[in-house]
């Protein structure tokens, strides 16, 4: 079968410590210390076996990830940027959803022809962390299309545990193919929703939210705070393609950083001044830019109010930590989607009609063509680079 794999070399930076756990999988905890020199490129791969527990899929629509853009962008050095746990070579993708088409002989729930979307996140149920109630912090992750192959193929195997019935989209935009496309924005907007709502516990309705960065999880972020009952929802974004975007799907206000600072201004005297000087109930980190972010996230701090980090980057970012005790305030690290009912929340709310984050898709791909939707996506002229399976 054909899949869109990436390969890159094992050359841990000098400065970098490889750990024995990284020695004995090959699994690197901080790509951007180690992978260098990506390739990436359509290949012809075995079919995965089936086990006992498994599906048997058939993507058919599978989004192109910031995630996966760090992947084919390099530093000065050649190192690639993404920064979080990354085994080569891979099929990548993982924003995703398709058809069944086989079951383990084990599987009870699910059948072929049923339409499914799935977690990214495959944790494995039997660790400390996954027996305690934290399977995003799962002592053995795989992740689907970092470590273990992905969804920018022909087929993909996957536990069936980590599958989600979308049926209920296909009847509430009347097609398979446009459930499929609102499938594969289940992972992304599920991150979003474990991040503000299981993470950091939600905002009072009536709340005032702030995004910044509107990729996939900052559009996702305004979407489920205007249906949580956000007053205001104030978002900041450079391109003007995701500006008109972010307003498509629930921003009051959205604004370029960029030109805020030309003229003198910035995001924090945005909020206080849209908020009468009270400041964001809750703040959301989506543009993986903290050292640009959080200090602004810190002047705008209502009391009692909330930051959300869900970005990533391998970077520090300052804190005056003052700031926070006399507000009250809190931050919040956030990563994954497993659990806690998210992707069920996710998919009822979009079966619901209360989130709908179909408007954000603006490219559309074949796999014939997912290399060009990869090099598409890295340009940022897009909301959602899609690939159809």
């Given at each position: 079968m054909k899949g869109l794999q990436f390969t890159a070399e094992w050359a841990p930076r000098p400065e970098y410590r490889v750990s024995e756990f990284e020695q004995r999988t090959r699994k690197a905890v901080t790509g951007s210390s180690v992978w260098r020199h990506p390739h990436l490129g359509l290949v012809e791969v075995p079919e995965p076996p089936l086990g006992p527990q498994d599906v048997r899929v058939r993507p058919r629509a599978c989004g192109?990830?910031?995630?996966?853009?760090?992947?084919?962008?390099?530093?000065?050095?050649?190192?690639?940027?993404?920064?979080?746990?990354?085994?080569?070579?891979?099929?990548?993708?993982?924003e995703t959803s398709g058809e069944v088409i086989e079951v383990g002989r084990d599987v009870r729930d699910l059948r072929p022809g049923d339409l499914v979307t799935m977690e990214e996140m495959i944790w494995c149920g039997h660790?400390?962390?996954?027996?305690?109630?934290?399977?995003?912090?799962?002592?053995?992750?795989?992740?689907?299309?970092f470590t273990i192959n992905g969804a920018m193929a022909e087929q993909l195997v996957v536990g069936a545990k980590y599958?989600?019935?979308?049926?209920?989209?296909?009847?509430?935009?009347?097609?398979?193919?446009?459930?499929?496309?609102?499938?594969?924005l289940c992972e992304p907007t599920s991150v979003a929703y474990n991040g503000m709502f299981v993470r950091a516990g939600g905002f009072p309705p009536g709340g005032i939210v702030a995004v910044y960065g509107t990729g996939p999880i900052g559009f996702a972020a305004i979407a489920l705070a205007r249906a949580a009952g956000a007053s205001r929802v104030i978002a900041f974004e450079v391109s003007p393609v995701r500006q008109a975007l972010a307003r498509q799907v629930g921003a009051?206000?959205?604004?370029?950083?960029?030109?805020?600072?030309r003229a003198g201004g910035s995001p924090h005297e945005v909020i206080l001044q849209a908020s009468g000087g009270a400041?964001?109930?809750m703040q959301v980190e989506a543009a993986g830019a903290p050292?640009?972010?959080?200090?602004?996230?810190?002047?705008?701090?209502?009391?009692?109010?909330?930051?959300?980090?869900?970005?990533r980057a391998a970077e520090r970012a300052p804190l005056y930590l003052e700031h926070f005790q006399t507000r009250a305030g809190q931050v919040f690290g956030a990563q994954g989607h497993s659990g806690y009912g998210t992707f069920q929340h996710v998919t009822r709310l979009m079966a619901s009609g209360r989130v709908d984050?179909?408007?954000?898709?603006?490219?559309?791909?074949?796999l014939s063509a997912a290399p060009d939707a990869v090099v598409r996506a890295s340009q940022r002229q897009d909301g959602k680079v899609m690939v159809k399976i």
């Open positions: 192109v990830c910031g995630s996966d853009v760090h992947f084919y962008e390099t530093d000065a050095a050649g190192y690639i940027r993404y920064p979080g746990l990354t085994r080569f070579p891979v099929i990548i993708g993982h660790c400390l962390p996954c027996r305690n109630g934290w399977p995003n912090q799962c002592e053995n992750l795989e992740e689907l299309g599958c989600w019935p979308i049926g209920a989209l296909a009847e509430r935009y009347g097609s398979a193919e446009a459930a499929c496309e609102a499938g594969a009051d206000e959205v604004h370029d950083p960029v030109a805020l600072q400041g964001a109930d050292a640009v972010t959080v200090p602004e996230m810190e002047q705008a701090l209502a009391i009692g109010g909330k930051v959300v980090i869900i970005g984050l179909r408007p954000i898709i603006t490219s559309r791909f074949p």
